[in-house]
């Protein structure tokens, strides 16, 4: 196979299978076609032609002879009625000779010949036995008989020669029929042969130029795949096969290239891991320290302020005791913000158990322990009935208390009313904590969730910033989300928690 072949493309290929196979098909057809034709004209001329021939000749031959045998017996009888056969003979004489000429029997024709030469023989011996058979006419003497008699030979000689004629052109039909029926059986095994060895080369021909290739490279894709990477890929055969090859080494070539690319990622990520695993660790101590080792003097800092205050008051002048309650309160915050910090900074790093317990009793716990803000502030919490969820209790517990201590401190002139609901939205529950309080603008929504951001004044309303935030990392270490709805009449905060029985036993 020459270069230019192998670089073929598959609809070239097919192309040529097509065209010489509808060229070989083409050919059988015709032939076919031929054999058939010329079946049919076989077939037609022996029984439309020839043999309504033979049988016309029969009936002017049958005619000729009902003629003469009338003649002859009217010379015997000289009745009347035994000219019936000569009348009649006489009209299917002219029946026969119509047929005749419709048939082909034309002047310049063998039949034709044979039919002039019949019909002479004939007028030949009417002209001598006529007479006799006229009313009134008197009987033949013999030598009339004796020539009627010899021209009648003539009549009947030419007749066989018509027959003979028409028989050896029946037999010659029949050749004719026989010899197209032969052919259009040959032709007909031609074509069935035929059909085969085309679908035979085509099979053989697809095979060599389309399916070995495409197995060819099949088997070099695998090997590449389960054995050796590194080893090319080259496809053969087809120009299509030949591309698709150079496609899949394309493809290899970028899989090594990621591949290597990924695993100097892999490279870089484990080193950035041991670094944040070194940063975790500092964080831990950071953690330890600050539960530990900054609390202890700030919660001296706070004891000896609180014992001054209560030594020297009523002694120092108004500035000193203001002084004194500022390093107090001080402390007491840096206590409270330090606190928060590490609840935060808790949540997710030593994770506790999962387990399904119902949302409302995490809502009356929370509860339980605002009880003084209640009592305080004059309060109303709804919750109605709510699902179970699969949580931390205590993490959840501290985003219902935070949720509601924030209705609880950020209320106007009327006694707060909170309401706590929940609906299904697909796989989660949205949890929703509306109150009729002094309401957030639309523009501070992500604000509040972010760590110390504070929207009013500490005196205004105390507070460290932590709590949204700290509400927005157990949501989503729980796998759910928490936002302000803006579009809601009332303040509302939603959360969601993935429902319970999607989730599975812990």
């Known amino acids: 196979m020459s270069a230019e072949a192998r670089g073929w493309t598959i609809r070239r290929w097919l192309s040529l299978f097509a065209v010489v196979e509808a060229v070989l098909l083409l050919a059988a057809v015709a032939g076919g076609v031929i054999a058939l034709n010329n079946l049919t004209e076989a077939r037609t001329s022996l029984l439309d032609v020839i043999g309504p021939q033979r049988l016309a000749a029969t009936q002017l031959s049958t005619a000729l002879l009902n003629q003469e045998t009338g003649i002859r017996g009217y010379q015997l009888g000289r009745q009347p009625d035994f000219l019936t056969p000569y009348t009649d003979g006489r009209q299917a004489e002219g029946d026969a000779v119509s047929q005749l000429r419709q048939l082909g029997a034309l002047p310049g024709t063998q039949a034709g010949d044979d039919l002039e030469a019949v019909l002479r023989a004939a007028v030949a011996w009417q002209a001598v036995a006529a007479p006799g058979a006229e009313p009134g006419a008197s009987p033949l003497t013999q030598a009339q008989i004796e020539r009627g008699r010899t021209l009648f030979n003539a009549v009947r000689q030419a007749l066989g020669t018509q027959f003979d004629h028409l028989t050896t052109v029946r037999d010659a039909g029949r050749a004719d029929l026989e010899r197209a029926g032969n052919f259009l059986t040959a032709m007909l095994v031609a074509i069935a042969v035929l059909v085969v060895l085309l679908f035979v080369v085509l099979f053989l021909g697809l095979r060599q130029v389309i399916t070995r290739p495409i197995l060819r490279l099949a088997g070099e894709v695998r090997q590449a795949a389960d054995q050796d990477v590194h080893r090319p890929v080259s496809g053969s055969g087809p120009r299509e096969i030949a591309q698709l090859g150079a496609d899949v080494e394309a493809m290899r070539q970028r899989i090594l290239d990621e591949v290597a690319e990924l695993e100097r990622a892999h490279a870089m990520l484990d080193r950035r891991t041991r670094e944040l695993e070194r940063s975790n660790a500092d964080l831990e101590q950071f953690a330890y320290v600050a539960s530990h080792d900054l609390q202890e003097p700030l919660r001296k800092v706070a004891s000896f302020c609180q014992l001054l205050q209560k030594r020297y008051q009523g002694l120092l002048d108004e500035r000193g005791e ?3 309650e500022y390093a107090v309160d001080g402390a007491k915050r840096m206590q409270v913000l330090i606190n928060d910090l590490l609840a935060f900074s808790r949540v997710g790093r030593n994770p506790g158990e999962h387990v399904v317990v119902d949302a409302g009793r995490l809502v009356d716990d929370a ?140």
């Open 322 to 324: 203001q002084y004194i």
């Open 367 to 506: 509860l339980a322990n605002l009880e003084v803000a209640l009592s305080l502030s004059a309060g109303k919490v709804d919750h109605g009935e709510l699902p179970e969820v699969r949580v931390e209790p205590a993490l959840m517990t501290a985003v219902f208390q935070n949720l509601i201590g924030n209705a609880l401190k950020f209320k106007d002139e009327t006694p707060p009313e909170v309401r706590v609901t929940a609906h299904r939205d697909g796989d989660d529950w949205v949890f929703s904590v509306s109150d009729n309080g002094i309401g957030i603008d639309a523009e501070y929504a992500e604000r509040v969730f972010a760590l110390f951001q504070r929207l009013h004044t500490r005196t205004a309303y105390p507070g460290t910033g932590i709590g949204l935030a700290l509400c927005r990392r157990i949501v989503e270490y729980h796998g759910g989300r928490i936002w302000l709805d803006t579009e809601a009449e009332s303040t509302t905060f939603r959360f969601t928690i993935p429902a319970a029985e999607d989730r599975g036993d812990a």
